[in-house]
């Protein structure tokens, strides 16, 4: 604020406020001067924030776009979608078949090709619960 005036001009402004305004109003007017400044000054303090907070809106904004962007074309993305399509077309390629079904041997449990007792202190353990047999 003081770069507009040298301290000659401030002398001089002052010594015209004393003599127009009278020593007996002078603290009143400087009091009002002061309150005037400080909401000049608040004032300039709230444009600034709400210009700071467009600029960082507007920086959030573009982020946003780069991140959808990068969705959009994100070469991972692409490549498990292309090797999610090759899945799909080999599956209906196999089951699509004349005598696919025949093909696929049935799944046989290997637990129960293999059972192997329990050795002493274990127990063995299966698939369905026995039912108690009543005395």
């Known amino acids: 604020m003081f770069d507009l005036f040298s301290w000659s001009h401030i002398v001089i402004l002052l010594t015209v406020a004393l003599v127009v305004v009278g020593p007996k109003d002078l603290p009143r007017l400087m ?3 002061g309150k ?4 000049a000054r608040a004032m300039a303090n709230e444009f600034r924030k709400s210009f700071d907070e ?4 507007a920086e959030l904004d573009e982020l946003r776009k780069e991140i959808e962007n990068l969705k959009k074309n994100n070469p991972v993305s692409d490549l498990a979608n292309s090797v999610a399509d090759m899945n799909s077309a080999i599956n209906s390629t196999s089951l699509d078949g004349a005598g696919a079904a025949e093909t696929v041997p049935p799944v046989e449990d290997p637990i ?3 059972a192997v007792e329990p050795r002493a202190g274990e127990f063995q353990v299966t698939d369905t619960a026995k039912e108690p047999s009543s005395s």
């Open 112 to 114: 129960s090709e293999h």
């Open 36 to 39: 005037w400044a400080g909401k």
């Open 54 to 57: 467009m600029a960082r809106q």
């Open 31 to 33: 009091n009002m001067a």
